[in-house]
C-alpha cells in the first residue's frame, strides 16, 4: 500500500499569511499513463470533504486561486498564499495512482494563530 | 446540483448488520465509479470500498474484506454498503463519495453515523 505522510500535522497561521503543506507518498505516484494521481481535499469544521485540487495542480471549480498545488513523483505540497478565516480546517492529500487501496494522509489542521 | 444522500447509520451491536444507501442525484450516476470512505470522529479518512460504473468491479480495504459488500442499483442511482459481523473499530462516519473519471474522488455525501456498540 502507497503511505501518504503529511507535515505538519498542525499549522496556526496569521490571517493574510502563507501556509505550505508537504505531503510525501511512499512510492511515485506517476501512473503508467503518465498521469499523477494526487488530490488536496478540505474539511471544514462540523463538513465533509470538499475536493481543492485535482492531479497534482489543477484547481478545482469554485476553488479560490490563493489555493495552490505542486510536486511530482513522491514530494508534494499545497500552498495557501494568503490564509483567511474561512480556510480553517484539516486538509487531506490523497492518492489515487496505486489502488486499491486509495490512501489518505494523516491530515493537516490550520488554525488562526 | 450534485447531491449525495446517504442513510441507513445508526446504533448496532457487535456482531450486527447494518445496510447503508446514497441516492445520487444532479448527474448521470451510471457513468461513475463510486466509493464509501469513513472517518472516525475527530480522526482522518480511511478508503473502504469502491465499484465500477457497471458494477462490475469492486475492492475493499483488508479491514472488511469478506464483512462488507458494496454495490449499485443504477435504475435507482442508489449506492449500498452491506455491513455483516461489524465491530467497534467500524464505528464511524461513513460518506459516499463520486469518482471523477480520470481525475478521481470529488464530490462527497453529508455521510451517516454507524456506532457498534453493546
Known amino acids: 500500500d502507497v503511505v501518504m505522510t503529511q507535515s505538519p500535522l498542525s499549522l496556526p497561521v496569521t490571517l493574510g499569511q502563507p501556509a505550505s503543506i508537504s505531503c510525501r507518498s511512499s512510492?511515485?505516484?506517476?501512473?503508467?499513463?503518465?498521469?499523477?494521481?494526487l488530490n488536496w481535499f478540505q474539511q471544514r469544521p462540523g463538513q465533509s470533504p470538499r475536493r481543492l485540487i485535482y492531479k497534482v495542480s489543477n484547481r478545482d471549480s469554485g476553488v479560490p486561486d490563493r489555493f495552490s498545488g505542486s510536486g511530482s513523483g513522491t514530494d508534494f505540497t499545497l500552498i495557501i498564499s494568503r490564509v483567511e478565516a474561512e480556510d480553517v480546517g484539516i486538509y487531506y492529500c490523497m492518492q489515487g495512482t496505486s489502488w486499491p487501496p486509495w490512501t489518505f494522509g494523516q491530515g493537516t489542521k490550520v488554525e488562526i494563530k | 446540483e450534485v447531491q449525495l444522500v446517504e442513510s441507513g447509520g445508526g446504533l448496532v451491536q457487535p456482531g450486527g448488520s447494518l445496510r447503508l444507501s446514497c441516492v445520487a442525484s444532479?448527474?448521470?450516476?451510471?457513468?461513475?465509479?463510486m466509493h464509501w470512505v469513513r472517518q472516525v470522529p475527530g480522526r482522518g479518512l480511511m478508503w473502504v470500498s469502491h465499484?465500477?460504473?457497471?458494477?462490475?468491479?469492486?475492492s475493499y480495504a483488508d479491514s472488511v474484506t469478506g464483512r462488507f459488500t458494496i454495490s449499485r442499483d443504477s435504475a435507482k442511482n442508489t449506492l449500498y454498503l452491506q455491513m455483516n459481523s461489524l465491530k467497534a473499530e467500524d464505528s464511524a462516519v461513513y460518506f459516499c463519495?463520486?469518482?471523477?473519471?480520470?481525475?478521481?474522488?470529488?464530490?462527497w455525501g453529508q455521510g451517516t453515523m454507524v456506532t457498534v456498540s453493546s
Open positions: 465499484i465500477s460504473n457497471d458494477g462490475s468491479g469492486t
Open positions: 444532479g448527474f448521470t450516476f451510471s457513468n461513475y465509479w
Open positions: 463519495v463520486r469518482d471523477d473519471p480520470g481525475l478521481g474522488l470529488d464530490f
Open positions: 512510492q511515485s505516484l506517476v501512473s503508467s499513463d503518465g498521469d499523477t494521481y
